[in-house]
């Protein structure tokens, strides 16, 4: 009977809850390994203390626990990017959103890390579609999303304001590097990269055209040149007035320099054209973000080594600067040589559906192999941790997501999870309320009794 | 004459008018029942064109007709009838747009009709997505487009979404290259009362008569929760909360009520003036005739109950749920009720009522004997993939130990949703004398990496990917950026 294969399972899930550390030396047998960069079938993955000792098809080190993996897939956990985990609970709820801010003297140097909470409910949930770490970039508080259409269910249909507003500056802010390990501390790194929206959101930011927003650009950075050769006289207000606050000048000072990547948040070939142009023109290193209409500059964007962040299934014309759009963009990217990564279906809370979004790309022409590279080993390459994760080799961190089937597939499971070694409770506050009303949820104690 | 035909209840004429040509004869005879009592009101003048519904009962009639079709019988492929079957090798026989028969490879094949080749494929019914905006807010999502939302009072039952629909929207092509056949559009859910939805077969028109489904009854958006009271309540008006949403929906519900008594009256006796059309109260007594069916936008399971409470208090009928995120908790009340649950997979936590979202939502409400679980979309790019969202909410049942087939998980998407739609005696199942409205997979729907291969409806073929001949394009896609580039060396498909 139904239902009571349904408690059985609640049980079973209970059971499993307690996280066990698998800081010891544990061996994963017998599944189908994909590395990140190739496929080992029957392969024996090894962890301890926190990392991957090896990978390869040999036996099973003597003392290890063996988890069994034979007719399974083991993959590295899997790295979001454009995402907003572990920064913004509920979406529509002010104050439990820490990625827009609106200040305009905090603009470049608004940094996501500050805000994120290690016990945020969305972190369970995306850890259960696989993903392990995370890019936290923060949003643009003016401009608008750029990219029009209905917002699902009118929930933005009045405007869910940001309070404070003035107007912003063409920065967001700076993004960082989060695991999503259960525990109290979940930064790997802040400061990544820089984040401005370009397009029409942009050109909205800058006063309405997009001309505008290439002019103050490169009047911003050559303030900033200029703030970072005269420090001093700066200091004692011996310099010009300048039009960005100290901090801001402070922190746009590795953009201007090239070191600190710029994720351009930018759609329409065009834009992309000019964005690249800039880039070159002023000597910074960039990051495209939604690139919905990339595949028509596909070969200007591999000639200047610009990896691209995407989403595969954006494939409607949703404003006048997606009417390229197509679900073929990712495949026509890779094979140009274009490093991609691909994002989830929003910031925070359909993360988990990151790996959905790689097999649509497959069944649109993308190779399985560059699919898995896209969610794995490129968002770690991109921004600057190749090797440290996303990636099944020796001496990497010790995240790997052992699944039921195919991870691209919807049928298939995460069923067991390692985040930096430490094995991760199967479950999240959604599996909680779903063991609660399993069973129908009419019994003679109200449900408020079941935990 | 006419006037005595129109004497019965409403309901009668409405259901006779909209059933289409089949159920002609049988309104005709239930006319000439109500024809008897009042003799009298033979000597009554009609009153001036447009004043009575009854005189112009269907004012935006469908001009649907299909498209060119020819008989034809599947073959060889793996079909989900949508009505719990499942058929290996099967055979899937279309005769005159209709479905002829369905059965294992022993099925005849009739003479004359063509074979399509579909071993190593899948064969389900057309996908029904009963929850789309499509046309309404259509891509491109500019300013001049947005007309999903009347939003200017909480009570907008006179407004149609057909009259948004703008049918060169991109996205009916999309749609139909994930297989959507029917779906249904409905205006946003700003107001308590959002308007008139509409059904819609996904075949390019240039008008919105030409895809509106003959004989489909209508739905009214109601919408429950967050949004009118946060819409209204922002503007310091009515309803600003819970209680105040509640409270309109009964007040609109006792002047339906009041509207619909008089006209019964003054069509009983013809005594004294008619009464005044009020296409907001129209609406609304469809809905009390239960000609139009109720089709409410509502998060939260204490919400739901509430909903019901309301309906017996004025005796009429909810259809089904949207947005049904918290349906799980109340699946046993939905299916004695006869509710449908409409539901997306993964979608939570973008506000506070779509907190208690859980993916085995679908699995849970399908349970209980009696239900009717539905995956929906509200979503131009989920609409495209209803067979994932399905995937992954079959998924989530199995992992807690439910033992849910895939033949029977398709029906969330084909059958259930006609029925949540009021159509299943019309499509939903590939079952005997239904429209043929199917879908050839390329491999097991459930799987991310099947793709519609050809999509059939009423035995038509409206969407091949494999012949650029049959991957229609709206007249908005003519020309634009990107135009008759192929984007990659794969079969493409629409965009």
Redo the contacts between chains.
């Keep these: 009977m139904r239902l009571k294969s349904l408690i059985l399972g609640a049980v079973c899930a209970v059971a499993l809850t307690s996280p066990a550390f698998a800081q010891s030396l544990t061996a994963i047998t017998g599944g189908r390994v994909l590395t990140g960069t190739s496929v080992i079938e029957n392969g024996t993955v090894v962890i301890q203390n926190g990392r991957v000792v090896s990978v390869g098809t040999g036996a099973a080190p003597a003392g290890a626990r063996i988890i069994d993996a034979r007719g399974k897939v083991v993959s590295p956990g899997f790295v979001a990017v454009d995402s907003g985990l572990g920064g913004s609970e509920i979406s529509s709820v002010n104050g439990s959103d820490d990625l827009s801010n609106g200040a305009n003297t905090i603009s470049a140097s608004f940094d996501v890390s500050y805000g994120l909470d290690p016990w945020s409910f969305t972190l369970p949930v995306a850890r259960l579609g696989g993903i392990t770490r995370a890019i936290v970039v923060p949003t643009h508080a003016g401009g608008g999303g750029g990219s029009g259409g209905h917002a699902h269910d009118d929930s933005d249909f009045a405007g869910v304001g940001h309070g404070g507003l003035q107007s912003p500056g063409l920065f967001a802010g700076q993004a960082a590097i989060i695991h999503l390990a259960a525990g109290t501390d979940i930064l790997v790194k802040p400061r990544v990269a820089m984040i401005a929206p370009f397009g029409e959101a942009g050109a909205g930011i800058a006063g309405g055209a997009r001309g505008a927003q290439f002019t103050q650009f490169k009047e911003t950075l050559a303030e900033v040149r200029l703030f970072a050769r005269n420090r001093a006289a700066y200091d004692r207000a011996g310099l010009r007035d300048l039009s960005l606050s100290r901090a801001d000048l402070e922190a746009l000072i590795p953009v201007a320099n090239g070191t600190l990547p710029l994720i351009v948040t930018v759609r329409r070939a065009a834009d992309i054209q000019q964005v690249l142009r800039l880039a070159r023109e002023e000597g910074v290193k960039i990051i495209l973000d939604g690139a919905e209409e990339a595949w028509l500059v596909a070969d200007q964007i591999a000639a200047a080594n610009v990896p691209v962040l995407l989403n595969p299934i954006s494939n409607l014309p949703g404003s006048l600067e997606t009417r390229a759009a197509r679900m073929q963009n990712a495949a026509v990217l890779d094979s140009a040589g274009v490093v991609i990564a691909i994002k989830g279906n929003d910031g925070s809370h359909r993360v988990r559906e990151t790996r959905y979004n790689a097999g649509n790309a497959v069944s649109h022409g993308l190779p399985y192999d560059a699919a898995i590279e896209a969610i794995t080993v490129n968002p770690a390459k991109i921004f600057g941790m190749a090797g440290q994760f996303g990636e099944l080799r020796a001496g990497a961190a010790a995240d790997v997501v052992i699944w039921s089937g195919d991870p691209l597939e919807p049928l298939s499971n995460a069923e067991t999870i390692f985040i930096g070694g430490a094995e991760q409770a199967p479950t999240s506050r959604q599996f909680l309320l779903r063991d609660r009303y399993a069973s129908g949820g009419e019994g003679a104690l109200p449900p408020a009794y079941t935990r | 004459m006419r006037r005595q035909s129109l004497r019965g209840s409403s309901l009668a004429t409405l259901a006779c008018v909209l059933a289409g040509s089949l159920a002609l004869s049988a309104c005709a005879t239930m006319g000439g029942d109500a024809e008897t009592p009042a003799a009298d009101a033979e000597a009554r003048t009609p009153l001036a064109r447009g004043l009575d519904v009854a005189d112009v009962p269907d004012p935006f009639p469908s001009t649907y007709r299909g498209l060119p079709r020819e008989n034809m019988a599947i073959v060889g492929g793996t079909v989900f009838t949508g009505a719990g079957q499942r058929i290996e090798n099967g055979v899937v026989i279309v005769t005159d747009g209709k479905v002829a028969a369905v059965g294992g490879a022993s099925t005849p094949v009739p003479a004359g009709y063509r074979v399509v080749d579909a071993r190593g494929r899948f064969v389900t019914p057309g996908i029904i997505d009963v929850h789309s905006?499509l046309g309404v807010?259509p891509?491109?999502?500019?300013s001049g487009m947005?007309d999903?939302?009347e939003?200017t009072s909480p009570n907008t039952a006179q407004v149609w979404a057909e009259h948004s629909i703008w049918p060169q929207d991109?996205?009916f092509n999309?749609a139909r290259a994930g297989g959507i056949t029917t779906l249904q559009v409905l205006p946003?859910?700003?107001n308590l009362f959002g308007g008139r939805g509409v059904t819609l077969r996904n075949v390019p028109s240039v008008t919105m008569q030409g895809m509106k489904m003959p004989g489909a009854p209508y739905g009214l958006k109601m919408a429950c929760g967050?949004?009118p009271s946060?819409?209204y309540g922002?503007r310091n008006s009515s309803p600003a909360t819970g209680m105040g949403n509640v409270a309109g929906y009964r007040a609109a519900f006792i002047a339906a009520r009041d509207y619909k008594a008089k006209w019964d009256k003054w069509r009983e006796d013809g005594e004294g003036s008619p009464p005044t059309r009020n296409l907001q109260l129209e609406t609304l007594a469809g809905v009390l005739d239960g000609t139009v069916l109720v089709q409410n936008?509502c998060y939260r399971a204490d919400e739901m109950a509430v909903m019901i409470d309301i309906a017996n208090e004025f005796g009429y009928e909810i259809t089904a749920f949207h947005?049904a995120i918290e349906a799980?908790?109340?699946?046993?009340l939905l299916a004695r009720e006869g509710i449908c649950a409409d539901m997306w997979t993964?979608?939570?936590?973008?506000?506070?009522e779509?907190?208690?979202?859980?993916?085995?939502n679908a699995a849970?409400v399908d349970?209980?004997e009696g239900s009717c679980a539905v995956i929906h979309s509200?979503?131009?790019?989920l609409t495209?993939?209803l067979n994932?969202e399905a995937?992954?909410a079959?998924?989530?049942g199995?992992?807690?130990?439910?033992?849910i087939s895939e033949e029977r998980a398709i029906s969330w998407i084909t059958l259930n949703p006609a029925r949540s739609l009021g159509i299943a005696d019309q499509t939903g199942s590939l079952e005997t004398g239904k429209r043929a409205d199917v879908v050839i997979w390329s491999a097991n729907p459930?799987?991310?990496?099947?793709?519609a291969d050809q999509v059939f409806i009423d035995g038509a073929l409206t969407f091949d990917r494999a012949n650029p001949a049959y991957q229609p394009l709206s007249d908005?896609?003519l020309g634009?950026?990107?135009f008759g580039?192929p984007?990659?060396?794969?079969l493409?498909g629409a965009?």
Excluded: C
């Design positions: 905006h807010y891509s491109p999502g500019v947005s999903g939302n939003a991109p996205g999309t946003g859910s700003a967050e949004n946060r819409v922002g936008h947005h799980y908790k109340v699946a046993p993964g979608w939570w936590g973008f506000k506070m779509a907190l208690d979202a859980v993916e085995a849970l349970a209980p509200d979503d131009a790019e495209q993939r994932q995937a992954a079959l998924a989530a199995r992992r807690i130990g439910m033992n459930f799987s991310v990496y099947a793709r908005f896609e634009q950026p990107g580039l984007a990659a060396n794969v493409q965009r």
